[in-house]
T-cell receptor
Framework: DTEVTQTPKHLVMGMTNKKSLKCEQH?????MYWYKQKAKKPPELMFV???????INESVPSRFSPECPNSSLLNLHLHALQPEDSALYLCASSQRQGRGEKLFFGSGTQLSVL | DAKTTQPNSMESNEEEPVHLPCNHS???????IHWYRQLPSQGPEYVIH???SNVNNRMASLAIAEDRKSSTLILHRATLRDAAVYYC????????????FGTGTRLQVTL
């Protein structure tokens, strides 16, 4: 199984809602990533978890709250988002966090904030 | 972070080889060179990566210049399914390693 599964595939939320994005992998990978991608732009790194601990936070606003409850699961909790947060949110995993590691990406969650 | 420079777009005919260039003049000695591609409506997909020597796999070949300031991704026979955005990325050094995507090259493949 070389898949990274993201749910839901699509999400529409209001600015006062609280929602969560979920990412799962069963490859035994110990590094997991959240990227954000606006239309026609490259993915931008948001967070990296290594061995279930937050390793990198790319100065992401606190309305985005990541969580890594175990080595297979990564969540992104969303609260009080703005319309400009509408984007494709991509999850990825790799065996370890390291320079030569290969990342496996999910298909993403397309988020629309109204 | 070390940066990469790629052409915005390239075109190729089907079943012909494609050479996608990437400049990375500020690469450090321990940075790996990665290539990913993103097909429409999908997440990025790993293509190949290398450090100093040329690399081959079932998808492509990676040719790295001797001074490592540039590299070329080679698709040996382009198909319509290879139409995608191709990203050349340098992985950062240090314990907090990460991949930072550049703007990429949009490859069009025509019959």
């Amino acid at each position: 199984d070389t898949e990274v599964t993201q749910t839901p595939k699509h999400l529409v939320m209001g600015m006062t809602n609280k929602k969560s994005l979920k990412c799962e992998q069963h490859m035994g990978h110990r590094a997991m990533y959240w990227y954000k991608q606006k239309a026609k732009k490259p993915p931008e790194l948001m967070f990296v978890y290594s061995y279930e601990k937050l390793s990198i936070n790319e100065s992401v606003p606190s309305r985005f709250s990541p969580e890594c409850p175990n080595s297979s699961l990564l969540n992104l909790h969303l609260h009080a988002l703005q319309p400009e947060d509408s984007a494709l949110y991509l999850c990825a995993s790799s065996q370890r966090q390291g320079r030569g590691e290969k990342l496996f990406f999910g298909s993403g969650t397309q988020l629309s904030v109204l | 972070d070390a940066k990469t420079t790629q052409p915005n777009s390239m075109e190729s005919n089907e079943e012909e080889p494609v050479h996608l260039p990437c400049n990375h003049s500020t690469i450090s000695g321990t940075d790996y060179i990665h290539w990913y591609r993103q097909l429409p409506s999908q997440g990025p997909e790993y293509v190949i990566h290398g450090l100093t020597s040329n690399v081959n796999n079932r998808m492509a070949s990676l040719a790295i210049a001797e001074d490592r300031k540039s590299s070329t991704l080679i698709l040996h026979r382009a198909t319509l399914r290879d139409a995608a955005v191709y990203y050349c990325i340098l992985s950062t050094t240090g314990t907090a390693s990460k991949l930072t995507f550049g703007t990429g090259t949009r490859l069009q493949v025509t019959l």
